[in-house]
């Protein structure tokens, strides 16, 4: 891919020291996300969702960071926050060494070339009156990247990249199935030609059969294209084989992160622990074998989230320390951190 | 740059290039057109109107061919002559012959109607749309001044203004869009409330599409339906409301011949010449029937599950 | 073996669209037994739903065309609605994927646990609403009683779908069908739903037909297994053999398409070509020769009947029938 860069050439305020490739790609600091919650006649807002609450996270370039969590925990507002489509409340974003945090107007449109986003329902979308030429080269009109034949060239180029045949220019989604409209969800995606992608579960509304497709294209894409992605999905056994390090979020914050297996094998907080066991593994003499955590209760409400650690109304190890001091995220060595005053072993 | 050499090199299974439907491209507009003509009496209703917007148009061709009389001739030695002869229709109390009046009243009835659709559609999408889309105070301070102009009692509006500006189809179509428009406001604004949620928008805007393309190149066609739907219900009502005023006096002045007006003289001749109230009556009540009727079929054919 | 509680025998449903009849079943046949729990996998538009809805007879708009559903001696699909009715609920009791649009969300909620009984057993409200609220906490609702009071939209997803359970269970049905009671539930929660129907298997003894498209919920939750692919079933087996030896190559594919958290090595996964199958346009023969890598000539002429191969397995595939093995890279 070659250096150009709207980014460059804006004047966003780098960090003090050069940016190189040898940097993490993505950099977030203590980034906050609420959303206010109102109520009454006059709106007025009598509280905040706390949707990310404090993250900290580095992405390198052409690696896969797979985000875990249950619904609700801000994994997806993470995402969004990351590629600048959510303003962040708090924190900062460092895309390439420049500070992203509060870009806006022709600038934040600058961004949009760098990065792009793959959605999970393949139905809502793409939107229904507009072809698939017209969606997929949507990208390509809005940064005048090409026109006539050669945009058709690019159009067509982008169908086949991601399995399709280039012939169905002129379909709507709706004559897809939904391995088909994912791709050419993807398909929109590159045509900026982004170099991180953030892709919002995409395999989870897709038939079972289906699925291996669409994480073998990813794969093929990222290495053929040099991609970062952040993958976010609920799954831990598709995050654990895309990804190089996992993140796992409860409630805003980030639990722990660790390398996939080094994850499963050895993980420090019980909540990890606990997403571990509940993963159905497609193995019936395994299943029958293992040994169960299951949690008691339903996520806190993260309007007005529990003092100290978050995990702790749920936690089977928790002790008074946890609801007076928030953990912070400590180090168990070669990238492996967790959020826990009382890890596991 | 993605080159056509690096995509050889992707091992695509093929089976799903190939599998894809074989049924040409549909789009939404031609299914919805295939639905639309499969209605039988939505599509009578439709060809009626189409019709009469002909006659209406070709006025003077059939005032030259066909009736051999000009709308405003008065010929005072043949006044309430009955149907038949050499007027097909009768004339009225003074000589004019109705058929060439009927024919010239469509002009301005179904003209009067279709500009005030035009104007309320226009800006009522419009205001609708940006309130939906920007929210927040714009949307408030739009949607207020919806319920001030929805609140102001119709009929005196229109006497007002009648008052003030003496009405011509132009003035008159003004006149009714200025409270129409309304309603479209508030209709679109709750689309675009439910499109904006969709993913698509979303997507839309993560590739850094600026605003005026959200709204017409995505908002717009997904608006549409309803738009149209409205539009040929509004037909029909307009007409009515235009007819009511005609025929107060509020409306089209004589001479100039329009069906509301036409029965306004026709009321004080209603027992010995009934043609004159007959016809205008009955073409009013068969272009609002057509048009409620048409209005309903494009509903149907948009949103079959409406059914 | 027992006498089978449920019997499915040849059951056809159809739909009517614009394009045709369309075969949701196609010919499915099976065994319930008391107590056991049968797993139903397949994905969507399998047919694995319509079944289940059809041995309720809830498959409306759909038609059952022919076949026969016995269940205690008597013919369900020749059984009148106001004998439905008392099937229904009663003796055998549905859950939903969506917990939500299954309840009533003006009733408070331990009228509508409780509403079984009135119905069925014609008791009074006093009387069903204290064994609804009995139900409601064996089925691990904390403080009960208090809880009855609510409506269903101040409820979790999780604690939702233990209201329908509850709910389902109040009249002690010989049969629970539950379809895909676990999809719209995050991970802990699910293993507390599954936890909760592995209970309330052993407790009530209740037989249970699990119906889903994860692979390892059916793995840690029923003996026996029913997989399922456009209409028809494709593979029947004790769940242990099905999923050491495949006898069908859609299970055999689909097993080794999806992630195992447990898989050591990171290699690409091997997923199945080609699209699920469009069942207004069904392939000619087996439905998914088109996407079988195993496939003979004879598999796109000729429909493979549900057969035995190996001991314990039924597999409806021309290549394992004629006793070759199903190897791969």
Sequence with gaps: MSSRGPLSTAAIKPLSRAWTTADPLLEVSDLKVWFSVSSGVLQRTVGHVHAVDGVDLEIKTGETVGLVGESGCGKSTLGRAVIRLLEPTGGKVFFKGYDITHLR???????RREMAMIFQDPYASLDPRQTVGDIVGEPIDVHHLAKGKERQDRIQELLRVVG?????????????S?????????????????SFIVCDEPISALDVSIQAQIINLLERLQSKFNLTYLFIAHDLSVVKHISNRIAVMYLGKIMEIAGGSQLYR????????????AIPIPDPVIEMRRERTILQGDVASPINPPSGCRFRTRCPRAREHCAE??????SFGDEHRAACFYPLD | MIGPSRVAELDMPGAAIEGASTRPAQSYWNESW???????????????????????ILAPVFSAVLTHFQPQTIDLSQTFSPPGGKHLLGTDELGRDTLTRLIWGARVTLGVALLTVAVSLTVGTAVGMMAGYYGGWLDDVLMRLVDTVLAIPAIFLFILM??????TPVSLALIIASVGWGQVARLVRGEVLSVKQRDFILATRSIGARHLRLMLRHLLPNVLPVLIVAASLGVGQIILIEAALDFLGLGIQPPTPSWGNQLTNAESYFFHSIWLVNFPGLLIFVTVLASNVFGNAIRDAFDPRLK | MTQPLLEVQDLHTVFSTKEGWVKAVDGVSFELHPGETLGIVGESGCGKSVTALSIMRLQRPGFIKSGRVMFKGEDLTKATEAEMREVRGREIAMIFQDPMTSLNPVFRTGWQVAEPLRLHHGWNAKKSLTSAINMLG??????????????PHQFSGGMRQRVMIAMGLTTTPEVLIADEPTTALDVTIQAQILDLLRHVNQEFGTATILITHNLGVVAGMCKRIIVMYAGRIVEAGPTTDVFAHPKHPYTWALLRSIPRLDADRHEPLKPIDGLPPNLVDLPSGCAFHPRCAFKIEKCSRDVPALERVGDTQLSACWVTQSGTELKGA
Excluded: C, W
């Design chain 3, 138 to 151: 064996k089925v691990g609702i904390p403080s009960a009683v208090d809880r009855a009071e609510d409506y």
């Design chain 1, 105 to 111: 107007g022709e600038r934040l449109r600058g961004l």
């Design chain 1, 325 to 330: 001091e928030v953990p912070p995220l400590e």
């Design chain 1, 266 to 277: 050895r993980p420090r907080h019980p909540y990890t622990a606990s997403l571990l066991s």
């Design chain 2, 162 to 167: 009648s008052i003030l500006f003496r009405p």
């Design chain 2, 34 to 56: 295939e639905r639309l003509r499969a209605n039988r009496i939505g599509m009578a209703a439709g060809i009626l109107i189409l019709i009469f917007a002909l006659i209406a």
């Design chain 1, 164 to 176: 399709l045949n280039p012939r169905f220019v002129d379909r709507y989604p709706h004559e897809f």
């Design chain 1, 178 to 194: 939904g391995g088909q409209r994912q791709r050419i969800g993807i398909a929109r995606a590159l045509a900026v030609e982004p």
